[in-house]
Structures are given as structure tokens and as C-alpha cells.
């Protein structure tokens, strides 16, 4: 499996890509400012059928490309969730849907979301067994 990483430097990228490598998937580590047709490509060349990005970028960017059906999976975070309580409640009344951070509940429906698969997850995973030749990730770069 692999998991196309598409986040700015937020801690969901250092976490997603560790999850994704201890779940012997191959972490797939793009641009987070890449237009759709970058990302299309990028998806293709790489195989990754699940994307792990931010709900601002799901309207224009990812949701097209998973109505094509180029992505099965879509996992979605937001920057506010591990800012501290007062800067996450200002991010709410301030930026969040200004800046396209909030889905419709229809939309909603058609994702996974971090923190629900983080409060779910149990706490006893166990790395999965890789060899040394193993792919860990793919590094695509923009410009």
C-alpha cells in the first residue's frame, strides 16, 4: 500500500508518515502546494491509492480526483488540531471557514477523519516486519 502525504509542516505529516511506514505502507511525501494536475501525475506514478491532507485542500484539489476514482481513501486533519486551546478556538471563529477548513455534512460523509481514526485506534499496534530492501517512501519535489 501506499499513502500519498499531502500536508504543510504540521505534526499529522511527521505522525502519517511514521504510521504509514510502521504499517508497512510506503509513505509518498509531495509538495503540499502542488496543483491538481501535479498531484494526478504524482498519484499515478507512485501507485497511492490513499491521500492524507488537509480539509482545506479536499474541495479543489483532492475530491475531482477521487470522484475520477484516482483515490480510494481519503484521510482528512485540519491545522487547528493540536494547536492549544485558546489559538484553536480563535482558528475556528476566525479562519476556518474563511479559509475553506469546514466540509458539508454531505462531503463529510465521504472522508475519514484523523481524529476519529486516532481516538480509535488501539494502543498496542505492532510494526509490521520489513527487510532492508523494502520501499520506505517516495520524495516528490515541486517546480
Excluded at 501506499?2 to 505534526?11: D, E, G, K, T
Excluded at 492549544?84 to 454531505?106: A, C, D, N, S
Amino acid at each position: 500500500a501506499r499513502v500519498l502525504i499531502l500536508l504543510p509542516n504540521i505534526p499529522q505529516a511527521i505522525t502519517g508518515l511514521y504510521g504509514a511506514l510502521m504499517a508497512g505502507a510506503v509513505a509518498v511525501l509531495v509538495n503540499p502546494i502542488s496543483d491538481r494536475k501535479d498531484l494526478a501525475r504524482q498519484l499515478a506514478d507512485s501507485g497511492a491509492e490513499t491521500v492524507l491532507t488537509l480539509s482545506s485542500f479536499y474541495p479543489d484539489v483532492v475530491r475531482p480526483l477521487q470522484q475520477e476514482g484516482q483515490i480510494r481513501n481519503v484521510i482528512l486533519t485540519n491545522v487547528k488540531t493540536y494547536l492549544p486551546w485558546l489559538q484553536r478556538t480563535l482558528f475556528r471563529f476566525t479562519r476556518e471557514r474563511k479559509e475553506g477548513h469546514r466540509l458539508p455534512p454531505y462531503e463529510a460523509e465521504k472522508v475519514l477523519w484523523w481524529e476519529r481514526l486516532m481516538r480509535r485506534a488501539p494502543g498496542d499496534l505492532q510494526p509490521v516486519p520489513i527487510i532492508a530492501d523494502d520501499l520506505a517512501a517516495l520524495l516528490y519535489t515541486g517546480g
